[in-house]
């Protein structure tokens, strides 16, 4: 998180030497203020001028140096002092941040120079940049979009970049280009989701930290906050999570399809919308961790093209706008055979889970609670490899827990609290021996809490209140209570229909959920 230093909105300055390089005042011949020139000295040494037009002469062309340099000095210090006011410049919540007019050398030897004579001189950098343009040039029309000003920067830098990188210039180009639209595209832009969180007359922040981005190009693998690269000084990972992003997260990132692997933009208040905003991820085919949760993405469903990343191993869309009818995204799911992690919380889907997602034969983790989901939980038995499945807060799954849970051998974490289910607890549920929490609660169970839970020996949490359970709490379960067993929670309806003791039971009924 930024600090409250009142400068934390100005680009960062440190790397760029230009104060110290133009600061030449030290090295000018400058008189001492207390001292004056006589020019009526009389010196009898032969090597010194006696007569008085050759001492006038020298007087005068002693003042006119001094003059000179003095003109010099004031130039100097009004050039630097322009400068200096440039580059320490707020942000002022203006839509891009602008661009510096000198080269970044990493050496503190920069020139200044316009836009147009750089780009001029960089006729080959233009070609590429052109080449690789999303909207076929058509986006540099406009002089203020985040292409063009990404443009603009790119050809401000003196190529080859001297990096040490093992890169070609195209790819050092293509790389610095999708890098300086991501920042002109995300930092300080207005938004209807920005005016939602900020208010409409409140300066956008900008990122929380942008460290070395737009600083220096020869220091991107380095020094740059939230870029990680590989041996030949390509990007890998942009993770950008809780860093005060705006706008639109650009689709040039694509771009990077050849060695980027993770993007985590989590926490953020990016608005990316519809085809155009999601299905440039599709083209991202080495990507392996894509985390979107508590964002706007927004779509309606799940994007088809993200079924394109067979080898995403992680993915979380949890909180942000995805919505509707996720049923039919089946054949997108199908194709992730390598996802092991998926978190979709907090989204409004109104419907079931499609089958080829809950038979990933990879899928370790399935975070779905409070999604809107409906139907039952026979897809439950189908998720032979499930580690920790959470179905919370999801009234719409109704029926009965199937006994085919039973088979489950890995399932360690299993909670569907606040559901619609109803019917008996299986009693073959005592046969999980490896789970270790378990939360059934706020639901419409029925019947005696099986006994046969007394063999489930590394349970640690077994929430089980607000139900309409009864009979006694088992003897087998109560003897796995701590300090005898590692069971350390255990909730049930206590105060009304189920016989516990406080030495066995921790909670009971409404208490549980203080």
């Not at 661009?99 to 147009?116: K, M, Q, R, V």
């Not at 040490?164 to 280009?177: D, F, V």
């Not at 007359?201 to 380095?222: A, M, N, Q, T």
């Not at 049923?327 to 979709?344: D, E, I, R, T």
Request: aromatic residues 10%; negative net charge.
């Amino acid at each position: 998180m930024a600090s409250a230093d009142e400068d934390w909105l100005k680009f960062s300055n440190e790397s760029n030497p230009s104060e110290t390089a133009n600061n030449t005042d030290n090295d000018l011949p400058l008189p001492q203020g207390d001292q004056e020139i006589d020019c009526n000295y009389d010196n009898n040494n032969d090597n010194t001028p006696t007569k008085k037009g050759g001492i006038r002469k020298l007087c005068i062309g002693l003042v006119i140096l001094v003059v000179v340099i003095g003109a010099a000095v004031g130039v100097s210090f009004g050039v630097l002092s322009s400068r200096n006011e440039q580059q320490n410049s707020t942000i002022n919540g203006s839509t891009n941040p602008s661009i510096s007019t000198s080269a970044s050398t990493g050496t503190g030897t920069g020139t200044d120079t316009t836009t147009s004579v750089n780009e001029e001189s960089n006729k080959e950098i233009a070609v590429i940049i052109n080449g690789i343009a999303r909207f076929n040039g058509n986006e540099f029309a406009d002089p203020d979009s985040y292409q063009s000003l990404a443009k603009k920067w790119v050809l401000l830098q003196n190529f080859p970049i001297q990096d040490g990188s093992r890169m070609t210039t195209e790819q050092q180009t293509s790389q610095l280009y999708v890098l300086a639209c991501i920042f002109y595209a995300t930092f300080a832009v207005r938004s209807l989701w920005t005016d939602l969180h900020y208010g409409t007359d409140v300066d956008i922040p900008g990122w929380f930290s942008y460290r070395g981005w737009l600083d220096s190009s020869e220091d991107v693998c380095s020094n740059w906050h939230g870029l990680t690269c590989n041996e030949s000084g390509r990007i890998t990972k942009i993770e950008l999570d809780t860093n005060g992003l705006t706008g639109s997260f650009p689709q040039e990132t694509a771009l990077l399809y050849e060695t980027l692997i993770t993007i985590d933009l989590y926490n953020n208040i990016v608005h990316n919308v519809g085809d155009l905003g999601n299905s440039w991820m599709g083209e991202l085919t080495n990507l392996e961790y894509l985390y979107l949760g508590t964002t706007s993405f927004e779509y309606e469903g799940f994007p088809s093209d993200l079924g394109k990343l067979t080898s995403l191993k992680e993915l979380d869309f949890s909180y942000s706008l995805y919505f509707g009818d996720i049923s039919q995204a089946g054949p997108a799911f199908g194709n992730l055979s390598n996802l092991k992690y998926l978190v979709m919380d907090g989204n409004a889907y109104n419907s079931s889970l499609p089958s080829e997602l809950v038979q990933l034969p990879e899928l370790e983790y399935l975070y779905a609670g409070y999604s809107f989901l409906e139907g039952g939980l026979d897809f439950v038995s189908s998720m032979t490899n499930i580690y920790e499945l959470w179905l919370d807060d999801n009234p719409g799954l109704k029926g009965t827990i199937p006994e085919g849970i039973s088979n489950l051998g890995k399932l360690a974490s299993f909670s569907a609290s606040n559901c619609g289910l109803t019917g008996t607890i299986p009693s073959e549920m005592g046969l999980m021996t490896d789970m270790i929490q378990l939360w059934l609660n706020d639901n419409d169970l029925v019947g005696d809490i099986p006994s046969d839970f007394g063999n489930l020996v590394t349970m640690k949490i077994m929430k089980l209140e607000n139900n309409q359970l009864v009979g006694e709490m088992p003897s087998d379960i109560c003897a796995r209570r701590r300090p005898f067993g590692r069971l350390e929670e255990l909730g049930a309806d206590c105060d009304t229909t189920i016989t516990c003791t406080d030495e066995c039971c921790t909670c009971c009924g409404a208490e549980c959920t203080v």
